[in-house]
């Protein structure tokens, strides 16, 4: 017989099978996974959020500290400074209210120098990354300030040309001049400043203690001025081994009179050269004379001032402290043109524009009796009263006109910047073409000043403020 109750005894087997364990089902169920996700997301981003706190509050009190420490090194390397540099940068620091965080301050100084410097730390507690094992945060200033006056070689170059007597031009200029040796030959300069006063009209009067040095065909002894070719031009080099001709002594510009003050090569003593001085009094006394006279060569003036700068001219100079012209203790100048310590510089300055320039042709100055004739004549006057107007020109020929005169003050001036000399240049009251000239002849455009009047003051002051630069050295 078959048992009925067979399917029935098979159900209650077959519905156990679908049934499941609680921890079974909490293991294959994947409905949390994003809010678990979700979670450490946000932890993460609280984290690296709490860390740049952390170090932006670091960096403010670093920045704060950094800031104070350079206002206080600057000051406290000031030359002028009367309080010592300690004493100055504790006080910046104790006025901020960060006394606390100064750890140290170094000076070094010497006769032309002032160097301090000074580390800070600031120690900042962290908020959030104390959680992973950092509970501090340094904050750490520092710097060096410097004021150096360096060794200072400077050629003054000053036009004494004849439109310097239009107005009170000279006056101003004397003015200017005696303002700007005073600035740079301040008592704290002292040995570390030497200003080679270069006056220039038509031709320059080297003076019979640097012409004593050179080797000329001498002449005369009326003045001393040497005679250039045109390739001396092309650099700063006064060549020692070269025999120069010595200047013609006389005067060719016609008054009326037989006028013999204005002679090409200046015969004054204070329109000489001076080398290398740090005696202000002295320099100002030779501006103090300074007049008006002749033509105006430029590009001579700039020669003399760049061959007094470059080392070539040391013998000439050791020869002149030797005889007690030159302070000893510049007996090593002109410095090497790589010797960072020492700053080479020309102020040029001029009123006007390179002119032309005459010579005596040699048949009519050969002998004594020539040199001595022309030294009581004045060309034109004597070929206008004895000379038959048409035999005029067989007296005298035209070394430069303008435009080589431009020419050649821009290869002296080319010259020394290339080798690292510093040319300020003046015009006072030019034309444009003699503003174009000197703004070339500049070291930049900066360093070219166009004046008129009283200007010419303002601008040589200017350039005597550069000598004494403080800044932050690191």
């Given at each position: 017989?078959?048992?009925?109750?067979?399917?029935?005894?098979?159900?209650?087997?077959?519905?156990?099978?679908?049934?499941?364990?609680?921890?079974?089902?909490?293991?294959?169920?994947?409905?949390?996974?994003?809010?678990?996700?979700?979670?450490?997301?946000?932890?993460?981003?609280?984290?690296?959020?709490?860390?740049?706190?952390?170090?932006?509050?670091?960096?403010?009190?670093?920045?704060?500290?950094?800031?104070?420490?350079?206002?206080?090194?600057?000051?406290?390397?000031?030359?002028?400074q009367t309080q010592t540099p300690q004493a100055v940068v504790d006080d910046y620091f104790e006025t901020a209210g960060l006394e606390s965080f100064l750890s140290n301050v170094t000076v070094d100084q010497g006769i032309n120098y002032k160097t301090v410097g000074a580390e800070a730390q600031s120690i900042t507690t962290?908020?959030?990354?104390?959680?992973?094992?950092?509970?501090?945060?340094?904050?750490?200033?520092?710097?060096?300030?410097?004021?150096?006056?360096?060794?200072?070689?400077?050629?003054?170059?000053?036009?004494?040309?004849?439109?310097?007597?239009?107005?009170?031009?000279?006056?101003?200029?004397?003015?200017?001049?005696?303002?700007?040796?005073?600035?740079?030959?301040?008592?704290?300069?002292?040995?570390?400043?030497?200003?080679?006063?270069?006056?220039?009209?038509?031709?320059?009067?080297?003076?019979?203690?640097?012409?004593?040095?050179?080797?000329?065909?001498?002449?005369?002894?009326?003045?001393?001025?040497?005679?250039?070719?045109?390739?001396?031009?092309?650099?700063?080099?006064?060549?020692?081994?070269?025999?120069?001709?010595?200047?013609?002594?006389?005067?060719?510009?016609?008054?009326?009179?037989?006028?013999?003050?204005?002679?090409?090569?200046?015969?004054?003593s204070y329109e000489r050269i001076t080398a290398f001085s740090q005696d202000a009094s002295a320099l100002n006394a030779q501006i103090a004379q300074l007049q008006p006279r002749a033509g105006t060569q430029i590009f001579m003036g700039m020669k003399w001032a760049a061959a007094m700068l470059d080392p070539a001219f040391?013998?000439?100079?050791?020869?002149?402290?030797?005889?007690?012209?030159?302070?000893?203790?510049?007996?090593?100048?002109?410095?090497?043109?790589?010797?960072?310590?020492?700053?080479?510089?020309?102020?040029?300055?001029?009123?006007?524009?390179?002119?032309?320039?005459?010579?005596?042709?040699?048949?009519?100055?050969?002998?004594?009796?020539?040199?001595?004739?022309?030294?009581?004549?004045?060309?034109?006057?004597?070929?206008?009263?004895?000379?038959?107007?048409?035999?005029?020109?067989?007296?005298?020929?035209?070394?430069?006109?303008?435009?080589?005169?431009?020419?050649?003050?821009?290869?002296?001036?080319?010259?020394?910047?290339?080798?690292?000399?510093?040319?300020?240049?003046?015009?006072?009251?030019?034309?444009?073409?003699?503003?174009?000239?000197?703004?070339?002849?500049?070291?930049?455009?900066?360093?070219?000043?166009?004046?008129?009047?009283?200007?010419?003051?303002?601008?040589?002051?200017?350039?005597?403020?550069?000598?004494?630069?403080?800044?932050?050295?690191?």
């Amino acid at each position: 017989m078959r048992d009925t109750n067979h399917h029935s005894s098979l159900e209650p087997i077959e519905g156990r099978a679908d049934q499941r364990s609680p921890l079974a089902s909490f293991k294959d169920d994947e409905s949390g996974s994003l809010v678990i996700f979700a979670v450490f997301m946000v932890l993460m981003i609280l984290t690296i959020g709490g860390i740049g706190v952390d170090l932006m509050r670091s960096e403010r009190d670093r920045t704060v500290l950094q800031h104070t420490l350079d206002r206080a090194i600057l000051s406290a390397a000031d030359l002028d400074q009367t309080q010592t540099p300690q004493a100055v940068v504790d006080d910046y620091f104790e006025t901020a209210g960060l006394e606390s965080f100064l750890s140290n301050v170094t000076v070094d100084q010497g006769i032309n120098y002032k160097t301090v410097g000074a580390e800070a730390q600031s120690i900042t507690t962290t908020a959030f990354m104390k959680m992973a094992g950092v509970d501090t945060l340094n904050a750490t200033a520092a710097g060096v300030a410097e004021e150096r006056i360096a060794n200072v070689e400077i050629s003054m170059v000053l036009d004494i040309s004849g439109s310097m007597g239009i107005g009170s031009k000279m006056t101003q200029l004397r003015s200017a001049a005696t303002s700007f040796v005073n600035t740079v030959l301040s008592p704290e300069n002292e040995d570390l400043v030497s200003v080679s006063l270069v006056p220039y009209s038509q031709h320059v009067n080297a003076g019979p203690k640097i012409y004593n040095e050179l080797n000329t065909n001498h002449r005369h002894n009326y003045s001393h001025c040497v005679e250039m070719a045109d390739s001396a031009y092309s650099e700063t080099e006064l060549d020692l081994s070269v025999t120069y001709d010595q200047m013609q002594h006389f005067q060719w510009n016609y008054s009326g009179a037989n006028q013999l003050t204005d002679t090409i090569c200046p015969r004054y003593s204070y329109e000489r050269i001076t080398a290398f001085s740090q005696d202000a009094s002295a320099l100002n006394a030779q501006i103090a004379q300074l007049q008006p006279r002749a033509g105006t060569q430029i590009f001579m003036g700039m020669k003399w001032a760049a061959a007094m700068l470059d080392p070539a001219f040391n013998p000439v100079v050791n020869a002149l402290v030797t005889s007690n012209d030159i302070d000893s203790v510049f007996d090593n100048r002109p410095a090497a043109f790589d010797d960072t310590e020492t700053l080479k510089t020309v102020v040029l300055m001029t009123d006007g524009k390179n002119s032309s320039s005459m010579r005596i042709k040699s048949w009519a100055y050969d002998s004594s009796s020539d040199y001595y004739h022309w030294s009581r004549y004045n060309l034109w006057y004597y070929l206008r009263r004895n000379v038959n107007r048409h035999y005029h020109s067989r007296y005298y020929w035209f070394t430069h006109d303008a435009a080589q005169g431009d020419a050649l003050l821009d290869d002296i001036c080319n010259a020394s910047k290339d080798a690292g000399i510093v040319i300020w240049s003046i015009g006072f009251e030019v034309d444009d073409h003699g503003a174009d000239v000197m703004a070339n002849c500049a070291s930049s455009p900066s360093h070219f000043f166009r004046v008129e009047g009283i200007e010419i003051s303002e601008a040589f002051d200017a350039i005597a403020r550069q000598i004494n630069q403080l800044r932050l050295t690191q």
